[in-house]
């Protein structure tokens, strides 16, 4: 297929990135890789700064030392270019300074232009508690302009209450239209596809509802465990993957077609089917989730270092590393389709992807020997191999008689397209420069998601049921097997697709 560029590079204006937490594994590992791309790219250039911000007493010379490691260990050889990355260097400078030391801010003002055409952006990569200190501080120094931007890291709280409490600091000084909200899974290619898929087409959209649609699975699952990071232990998979990255791809998949994809329209339907999930409160909870923590052992009997053991503290913990939810949106569109979520550490395999499963076919004309039909199925790939198949019945070829064969159309981008996948940060980085909210989570969204979630959180705390455990390299509790077997299904694996019928 072809391999022409796919698409045009628009240079966005010139801009001053402040970066807070600049010494921190984030920006290392994703935000100066991904701004590398996009400069390679020739989408902006020297007239643009990213000032790196941290109590760490680095100068200039040692911020770009780091960002040149960055460039080094995370762009592929085809990408680097000596003269790109020196000319790339020269955006970068480094101030020290604790953003919760009032009395003791560096002068920034020689490091940001006052000129109005050259966008000012604060990437707050540092903890949440520290949000609400450097936004104070930057409207008291008169840093936020009215047209400056503000991007915030997850997480974004740990339950309602804590999320507005974060977004009520940062409001008093940015109004909504000036934050972004880094949801990263938002920023990958596929899911901006499963948009253009749904609305750039005539072909799905007129069977996408129950009369169609059976049910529908998302999945995010990874072989690794969480190294012991603390972080992890005072959030679990709930909070950490369901309450944002599943209930985004839920809302892309399950939400009306919005009419335009300017940013609020198409946050007012995703929000619409965030306030249409049905809750989950009481008994339903136990019902309706499966939660679980992995051991030390491995599906081969092999001993390995469980959640417990791999937690520096050493301490007991009821933190989850794997969660199933089965959920209910109650809207015309859905009502009676059940999307199973998914999510966990140390399972079978790395993958994450939606799978749209349609009806069964009303009679079929074929003989048991010829074989039956399978209903078709829309799998919708985010990583590894982004993609899309769509999964079909066709005659098996050749001759001796009607033999029926399901097969998929692949639309695989990394054989179609010749281009680069860009990393979700590429993306979502400069659509912060162009000023483009649509794959940022507005304010009511984290609220009505977290509004959701809380009372599955609530009734775990409560419960005298202990946590089951897992094996590593399997797909989680047994538990969640039942929990959609008990409906008459099963969960899409890929290893699913070459399964003779
Ligand atoms: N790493 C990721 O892939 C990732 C992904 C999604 C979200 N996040 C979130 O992004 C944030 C940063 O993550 P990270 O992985 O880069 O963490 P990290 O490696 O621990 O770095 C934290 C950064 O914050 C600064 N910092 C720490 N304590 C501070 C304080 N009290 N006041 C001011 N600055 C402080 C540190 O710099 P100094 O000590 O030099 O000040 C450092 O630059 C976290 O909230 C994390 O949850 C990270």
Known sequence: ???????????????????????????????????????????????????????????????RQVAREAVETSAQETYRDEAVIER????????????????????????L?????????????????????????LSEMGYARRDSRLVLEK?????????????????RVFAEDQVYRIDHYLGKETVQNLLTLRFANTLF?????????????????ETIGTEGRAYYDQSGALRDMVQNHLLQLLCLVAMEPPPSDEANALRDEKRKVLRSLRPIVGEDVARLTVRGQYTGVTSDNARVPGYLEELESGEPSETETFVAVRAEIENWRWKGVPFYLRTGKRLANKV??????????????????????????????????EGVRLFLMIKDPGPGGMRLRQVPLNLSFAE???????????????????????????????????????????????????????TVGTWGPTASVALIERDGRTWHEANDDAKPL
Request: glycine share 4%; net charge negative.
């Open 1 to 63: 297929m072809s391999s022409e560029p796919s698409s045009r590079i628009i240079p966005v204006p010139p801009f001053d990135y402040l970066v807070f937490g600049a010494t921190g594994d984030l920006t290392r590992r994703k935000l100066i890789p991904a701004l590398y791309h996009r400069f390679l790219d020739g989408q902006f250039d020297e007239r643009s700064r990213i000032i790196g911000i941290s109590r760490t007493p680095w100068d200039d010379d040692k911020f």
């Open 88 to 111: 790339f260097l020269r955006c970068f400078s480094y101030v020290p300074n604790d953003p919760r030391d009032r009395d003791h801010w560096a002068d920034l003002s020689g490091h």
């Open 113 to 137: 232009r006052e000129d109005a055409d050259v966008v000012r952006a604060f990437y707050l990569a540092v903890a949440p508690s520290v949000f609400a200190p450097i936004c104070t501080y």
């Open 155 to 171: 997480p974004l709280g740990h339950d309602l209450a804590s999320s507005r409490q974060i977004n009520e600091a940062v409001g």
């Open 205 to 221: 959209e007129p069977i996408w509802n129950s009369a169609h649609i059976d049910h529908i699975q998302l999945t995010v699952s």
């Open 352 to 385: 994450s992807e939606i799978v749209i499963q349609f009806r069964a076919i009303p009679h079929s004309i074929f003989t048991y020997a010829e074989g039956s039909p399978r209903p078709n199925r829309l799998v919708i790939r985010l990583q590894p191999d």
């Open 416 to 470: 179609t397209f010749s281009a680069r996948m860009p990393e979700a940060y590429e993306r979502l980085l400069l659509d912060v420069i162009r000023g483009n909210q649509t794959l940022f989570m507005r304010r009511d969204e984290l609220e009505s998601a977290w509004a959701w979630i809380d009372p599955i959180r609530k009734a775990w705390d409560e419960s005298d049921e202990p946590l089951p455990a897992y």
